[in-house]
């Protein structure tokens, strides 16, 4: 859209070199590195063709049917066959697809539920629960009265009683359930019983488990919970963006929350990658990635263990491992960029109860996503387990570093990286 150039064909490596260059970059150190954040996945090239379409272009306020813009018979078509393959994957009465991304789509969960002041609860985010959850530092744990639950002090699983009790003395007008750092099962059912006795909206943020949902790997809250909230780019695989699940009845309160609630025109482009992603969710294929994804974390974890790490409840049901350095003598934050020279690339991540602050903490968090993505399996779990063993016991040695970074770079090659054309 030069003078030279008024079509706007010029591919972006001549258009802007600079960020081709960064781009080029970021798919090499996708394609080279083991992947352990837990929120990260790959996504394919269909969805990564659909994100990047004329979508984009498109102005389209409304829901099918009833939009302000005209010209909307494709994007149209499109928002109806995302919601339609997600109510499909998910088995539920009602979806929205609009939400830029999960905190967005909570927020819609907030407006159409509760009034500022009221009184809410969620999981601590030192526990494993989510900013948008109530804590203190979010807008929702200051817009809204916040009761935090937690985790048992012995176990570290969540404390039901604590809930129950809490419940009972605050009244809450919605509770959360749903993690981003807490390696078991979440128990829908015993949440329902509390929300039901004090008559609280039961939300499930399945933001990290959607992918293990829809795969069958991790029980549903569809139909227990009242309201479901997920982004699509974790172990959904997706675009980056989030939906709504939820009953009929709640239909057109979710709906207007999201739109003309919070947001404006629906990122349509995304949208279309949405449905892409809930087609390749009903793949049979799909399901045998998820049950890799916690075969190879139940690995990781066993592997770990044997060499001396400290697993956070003794180990995981799902995508994650939390696990406490300490008996390493290595805070989380060094360990995760000596990883990171290593070409492991974690995040550090409080444990419970953590002695440590929070951009200092003791552990890590490793999830096994983007791993089983690119196939890997218990085999390769063994040796990414030596390589953090020996990581953690020579942080500093940059040889070692050097050397462990290209041995995974190996490894890395024999799987390639699904959606990167290098
Ligand atoms: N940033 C996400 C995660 O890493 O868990 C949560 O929003």
């Not at 029980?219 to 139909?223: A, D, L, R, T």
């Not at 739109?259 to 404006?264: A, D, E, K, N, V």
């Given at each position: 859209m030069?003078k030279?150039?008024?079509?706007?064909?010029t591919?972006?490596?001549?258009v802007d070199?600079?960020?081709?260059?960064?781009?080029?970059?970021?798919?090499?150190?996708e394609?080279e590195t083991?992947r352990?954040i837990?929120?990260e996945n790959?996504?394919?090239?269909?969805?990564?063709e659909?994100?990047?379409s004329?979508?984009?272009?498109?102005?389209?306020?409304?829901?099918?049917?009833?939009?302000?813009?005209?010209?909307?018979?494709?994007?149209?078509?499109?928002e109806?066959?995302?919601?339609a393959?997600?109510?499909?994957v998910?088995?539920?009465?009602?979806?929205?697809?609009?939400?830029?991304?999960?905190?967005?789509?909570?927020?819609?969960?907030?407006?159409?539920?509760?009034k500022?002041g009221?009184?809410?609860?969620g999981?601590?985010l030192p526990?494993?629960g989510?900013?948008?959850?109530?804590?203190?530092v979010?807008?929702t744990?200051?817009?809204?009265?916040?009761?935090?639950y937690g985790?048992?002090?012995?176990?570290h699983?969540i404390?039901?009683?604590?809930?129950?009790?809490l419940?009972?003395?605050?009244?809450?007008?919605?509770?959360?359930?749903?993690?981003?750092?807490?390696p078991r099962?979440?128990?829908?059912a015993?949440?329902?019983?509390?929300a039901?006795?004090v008559?609280?909206?039961?939300?499930?943020?399945?933001?990290?488990?959607?992918?293990?949902?829809?795969?069958?790997v991790h029980?549903?809250?569809?139909?227990i919970a009242?309201?479901?909230t997920?982004?699509?780019?974790?172990?959904?695989?997706?675009p980056?963006g989030a939906a709504?699940l939820?009953?009929?009845?709640?239909?057109?309160a979710?709906d207007?929350a999201v739109?003309?609630?919070?947001?404006?025109g629906?990122?349509?482009a995304?949208?279309?990658?949405?449905?892409?992603a809930a087609?390749e969710?009903?793949?049979?294929?799909?399901?045998?990635?998820?049950a890799?994804?916690?075969?190879?974390?139940?690995?990781?974890?066993?592997?770990?263990?044997?060499?001396?790490?400290?697993?956070i409840?003794g180990?995981t049901d799902n995508?994650?491992?939390?696990v406490?350095?300490?008996?390493?003598?290595?805070?989380?934050?060094?360990?995760?960029?000596a990883?990171?020279?290593a070409g492991?690339?974690?995040?550090?991540?409080?444990i419970?109860f953590?002695?440590?602050?929070?951009?200092?903490?003791?552990?890590?968090r490793?999830?096994?996503?983007?791993?089983?993505?690119?196939?890997?399996?218990p085999?390769e779990?063994?040796r990414i387990?030596?390589?953090?063993a020996?990581v953690?016991?020579?942080?500093q040695?940059?040889?070692?570093?050097d050397?462990?970074?290209?041995?995974?770079?190996?490894?890395?090659?024999?799987f390639?990286?699904?959606?990167?054309i290098l």
């Open positions: 030069t030279r150039d008024p079509q706007g064909l591919p972006l490596a001549d070199p600079e960020v081709f260059a960064l781009i080029r970059r970021e798919e090499k150190a394609s083991v352990l837990a929120s790959y996504a394919s090239r269909a969805v990564l659909a994100t990047a004329v979508l984009t272009n498109k102005y389209s306020e409304g829901y099918p049917g009833k939009r302000y813009y005209e010209g909307q018979k494709q994007i149209d078509e499109i109806e066959l995302a919601r393959r997600m109510k499909t998910f088995g539920a009465e009602h979806v929205n697809v609009q939400p830029y991304s999960g905190s967005p789509a909570n927020l819609a969960v907030y407006l159409a539920f509760v500022p009221e009184t809410i609860m999981l601590g526990a494993g989510h900013l948008t959850h109530g804590w203190n979010s807008i744990g200051k817009f809204f009265n916040s009761v935090p985790v048992r002090q012995d176990d699983r404390d039901m009683d604590q809930v129950r009790d419940a009972r003395q605050h009244r809450p007008k919605l509770i959360w359930c749903g993690t981003t750092a807490y099962t979440i128990d829908f015993a949440f329902r019983t509390i039901d006795e008559g609280a909206i039961l939300a499930a943020d399945i933001a990290h488990i959607a992918g293990l949902v829809a795969g069958g029980p549903s809250p569809i139909g009242d309201v479901v997920m982004t699509t780019h974790k172990t959904f695989r997706g980056r709504i939820c009953k009929s009845q709640h239909a057109s979710i207007r739109f003309p609630g919070l947001q404006g629906p990122h349509n995304t949208t279309a990658a949405i449905a892409v087609g969710a009903q793949q049979p294929s799909f399901k045998e990635y998820a890799r994804i916690v075969e190879n974390a139940r690995a990781l974890g066993a592997a770990l263990e044997a060499k001396g790490f400290r697993l409840t180990g995508h994650l491992l939390l406490d350095m300490t008996p390493k003598g290595i805070g989380g934050k060094p360990y995760a960029r990883l990171d020279r492991i690339v974690a995040n550090y991540n409080a419970p953590d002695p440590r602050k929070p951009m200092d903490p003791s552990g890590v490793l999830g096994t996503p983007a791993i089983a993505s690119r196939g890997m399996g085999a779990m063994e387990a030596a390589w953090m020996e953690a016991e020579n942080p040695d940059e040889a070692r570093l050397r462990i970074a290209g041995e995974v770079k190996e490894l890395c090659q024999a390639p990286a699904p959606g990167i």
